[in-house]
């Protein structure tokens, strides 16, 4: 009586078993393909905020609900003129939004949002010397619905202004379509030795909306 006891739940787990595999499975693949997933960094474009083969998270969710903010890095699908084949992802930070005048620069060589400088202390710098904003003048308004996007290494992104310049100044051509970002990413997961939130730098906190 005792064996046919505890014969009958083991027998049951083990029905049961691949139902909940199956389960696990399909909330793992609706997370991915809805909420969350990792990108590996495969450029300096992003140095030195991302390192090449840094692995971040991107909350694919949060901009079902709201537009992307000054400041976020975000995970974008390029268009076809700025990676050469269709659907491949970049990751770049979101200096201007929608209706943002974007000027370089001011006196200090700072980049000029709505009328406010904006200190960049995240720029790539190597032995104490950090990057130029900007490696020209340039004095543009992001279309609504639009995003102007830069890599934190200036000097080796092909981002928003290098798509400017090569356009001949087509600012279209030069921004990203809101509805082409993936999502946001919010941190490094790996390595371990790396692993940090991606925050809105508060430099971004005093930039007034157009």
């Not at 014969?7 to 997370?31: M, N, T, Y």
């Not at 104490?128 to 639009?146: L, Y």
């Amino acid at each position: 009586m005792i064996d046919e006891q505890t014969d009958k739940p083991r027998s049951s787990f083990w029905k049961e078993l691949p139902i909940l595999l199956g389960v696990a499975i399909l909330v793992a693949v609706l997370v991915r393909f809805f909420v969350l997933q990792t990108f590996f960094i495969p450029s300096q474009s992003m140095e030195n905020t991302l390192q090449i083969d840094d692995r971040v998270l991107v909350n694919k969710l949060v901009y079902d609900f709201r537009s992307p903010h000054r400041g976020e890095v975000v995970v974008f699908k390029a268009p076809v003129e700025w990676s050469g084949r269709e659907g491949e992802d970049f990751i770049k930070r979101v200096i201007g939004v929608g209706g943002d005048h974007v000027v370089c620069c001011d006196e200090q060589d700072h980049l000029v949002i709505n009328g406010h400088s904006l200190v960049e202390p995240y720029i790539f710098s190597k032995d104490g010397q950090q990057d130029r904003p900007a490696d020209q003048e340039f004095d543009i308004t992001v279309p609504e619905g639009r995003l102007w996007v830069m890599g934190d290494h200036r000097s080796a992104s092909g981002d928003s202004l290098e798509h400017w310049q090569q356009s001949g100044q087509d600012i279209t051509a030069a921004t990203i379509d809101e509805d082409e970002v993936v999502g946001r990413a919010f941190t490094i997961f790996w390595p371990v030795n790396r692993a940090r939130w991606l925050s809105v730098p508060e430099q971004y906190d005093s930039i007034p909306n157009s």
